[in-house]
């Protein structure tokens, strides 16, 4: 079995490219990085480290990779593959259409009958589907109609911390020892060898926002909070007592949610996020408080894990004190060297808080959670202002 991966970064090899091959499949990663690209041609495995107190170290082997530059060579391999994964990114899906759609073109030219499954496997809701809008424009009428018989695009939920990386070995991965990948079991087509450790369900939105609004909400909380605190990494957030029982109520808050939209059972959900607190303060891994909140403006548009989460409780009626302070708190995030949050900053220098939120947040002037981010977020700037003075 085949499979071709689209990103060679920390994710793809200490995660998908790690469960790839540990499930017999060969592995092509398709990258950009000339130096990567030569040692996997040339070493043709790579060691992945679990950041336990043990450091257990595992060989990826069986993996190959190629530049996404040579479409002609990419195509090739896509046409004799059984999968298609990716984790490039959400932003970067458009960038890689062309080179998948070339593929799937010599494909169905070279009418390969076997099935041919693509899996986005990045940190957003329906991954695979916003790939299939971006490949499927690309192919002509007649290739198309084809695709839909033989192409299949089943949507995932992907969840593992992997920090930044300093290793001597550039193809060396540290990461957590959880991990979870979910897949929409509906979405194969018959004779999809299965991977190993992927959980198979139905009906995947639930996975896809306990995931996104547990862990991706927790963890940038934890970032902008401890950012306004001054601590330089996530493990100081999460030894702050004070600090790691805001996490917590904020993704109390967000899971109240999920309870009544999903069913979840309560214990089961507190008992979830009891692991995801545990798994932010794991003292084998050391994660910037910087990288973990970078991109604010990402993490406060519309559909994401901030204001997404407290839109829908606001619908349930569910109060979300400590959410609103998280998404001020993001506001309030000013890194120097994080390009969107001093974009950020001079949006909300130029129009105002009340702007932002409406245009940037998609919260309108009415809305009560509207009124609630503005009152928190002055509160935490005049206080922060108020610190500095004294």
């Known amino acids: 079995m085949k499979a071709v991966h689209f990103g060679a970064g920390n994710i793809g090899r200490g995660f998908i490219g790690h469960m790839l091959s540990a499930s017999d ?4 990663f398709v990258a950009r990085n000339p130096k990567k690209i030569s040692m996997l041609q040339k070493r043709k495995e790579y060691p992945i480290t679990l950041a336990n107190r043990d450091q ?16 002609d060579r990419v195509a090739e391999h896509i046409a ?4 298609i994964t990716t984790a490039v990114g959400v932003s970067a899906l458009e ?3 062309e080179p998948i759609a070339k593929g799937i073109h010599l494909r169905m030219q070279q009418r390969n009958p076997a099935p041919l499954h693509i899996i986005a496997c990045e940190n957003a809701i329906g991954g695979s589907t916003r790939l299939k809008k971006r490949i499927y424009p690309l192919l002509d009428e007649q290739t198309r109609q084809k695709a839909e018989r033989y192409v299949a695009f089943p949507n995932a939920a992907v969840d593992r911390i992997v920090p930044a990386q300093d290793h001597q070995d550039p193809l060396q991965v540290t990461v957590e020892p959880f991990y979870e990948w979910v897949v929409h079991r509906s979405a194969l087509l018959d004779g999809f060898k299965k991977i190993k450790g992927v959980h198979y369900v139905d009906s995947l939105e639930p996975y896809i926002e306990r995931k996104m609004f547990t862990v991706n909400t927790g963890h940038c909380v934890a970032a902008y909070f401890g950012y306004l605190e001054g601590f330089k990494t996530i493990r100081q957030v999460m030894s702050h007592k004070p600090l790691r029982e805001k996490i917590r109520h904020v993704m109390e808050e967000t899971g109240a949610m999920l309870i009544q939209k999903h069913g979840f059972d309560p214990q089961k959900h507190s008992r979830y996020i009891d692991t995801i607190l545990e798994r932010f303060a794991n003292p084998n891994l050391t994660d910037q408080v910087t990288r973990v909140g970078r991109s604010p403006l990402r993490k406060l548009s519309p559909y994401d894990r901030l204001v997404r989460p407290a839109m829908q409780a606001s619908e349930f009626g569910i109060a979300i004190p400590h959410l609103t302070s998280a998404m001020a708190a993001a506001m309030l995030f000013n890194y120097e060297r994080d390009e969107e949050a001093m974009k950020l900053q001079h949006m909300i220098r130029e129009d105002g808080v009340s702007a932002f939120i409406r245009e940037r947040m998609g919260i309108p002037d009415a809305h009560p959670v509207h009124g609630q981010v503005v009152a928190r977020y002055e509160d935490i700037k005049g206080r922060k202002e108020a610190t500095i003075l004294t």
Do not use: F, K, R
């Open 95 to 97: 960038d890689i259409a």
């Open 56 to 71: 257990d170290t595992t060989i990826v082997n069986n993996v190959t990779a190629i530049n996404v530059g040579e479409q």
């Open 25 to 28: 499949y060969e592995v092509c």
């Open 80 to 83: 004799s593959a059984d999968l």
